[in-house]
């Protein structure tokens, strides 16, 4: 079955911008984890969301923001972009609230200028 | 605030030549703990999930193990296709929600 798969894979935007990143699950999973990840700080939880409802969260601004529809796929927002927001993004999906068993996407490479 | 401290940061094997990788944390409320893969430039791989001291799971050459304070990922005659980057994971409750915290990663390079 198809894996997760997030896009676009490679994006370079300008601060002070703003940016849509989108994520599709595995058939069938109904929670919809974000993550981000950089050398100096290694991978960081974003939020969760499961059946349409942010479930949990992590400690990032609220410049940061998430949704996700009727069919589980998931879109990520950050507004206002700032030179550390340049990370990998990274989207898992899994069947059960809560991070059980989580399958990572390969990704979105955000690089802010 | 919930850490996860994972060592050593680096670890090179000779191929055959078992050994630990080490996740030591400080929760409160801990849900869970999750053993993942990274291999350059993909998502982790998800390996395992423990969720009570005394509870052992195992994958090939993988096993994991699970103290009230730390885990430990067993790798029994590693070969050169078990390198890669090990993370470990704790959920816990924070503030009415659950959270997920990440180590830095064990990185871990198998030589033939």
């Known amino acids: 079955k198809a894996g997760v798969t997030q896009t676009p894979r490679y994006l370079i935007k300008t601060r002070g911008q703003q940016v849509t990143l989108s994520c599709s699950p595995i058939s069938g999973h109904r929670s919809v984890s974000w993550y981000q990840q950089t050398p100096g700080q290694g991978l960081q939880f974003l939020f969760e969301?499961?059946?349409?409802?942010?479930?949990n969260k992590g400690n990032f601004p609220g410049r940061f923001s998430g949704r996700q529809f009727s069919n589980s796929r998931s879109e990520m927002n950050v507004s206002t972009l700032e030179l550390g927001d340049s990370a990998l993004y990274l989207c898992a999906s899994s069947l059960l609230q809560g991070n059980t068993e989580a399958f990572f996407g390969q990704g979105t490479r955000l690089t802010v200028v | 605030e919930d850490q996860v401290t994972q060592s050593p940061e680096a670890l090179r094997l000779q191929e055959g030549e078992s050994s630990s990788l080490n996740c030591s944390y400080t929760v409160s409320g801990l849900r869970g703990l999750f053993w993942y893969r990274q291999d350059p430039g993909k998502g982790p791989e998800f390996l395992f999930t423990l969720y009570s001291a005394g509870e052992e799971k195992e994958k090939e050459r993988l096993k994991a193990t699970l103290t009230k304070k730390e885990s430990f990922l067993h790798i029994t005659a590693p070969k050169p296709e078990d390198s890669a980057t090990y993370l470990c994971a704790v959920q816990a409750h924070s503030g009415g929600y659950q959270k997920v915290t990440f180590g830095t990663g064990t990185k871990l390079q198998v030589i033939p």
């Open positions: 969301y499961f059946s349409e409802t942010q479930r």
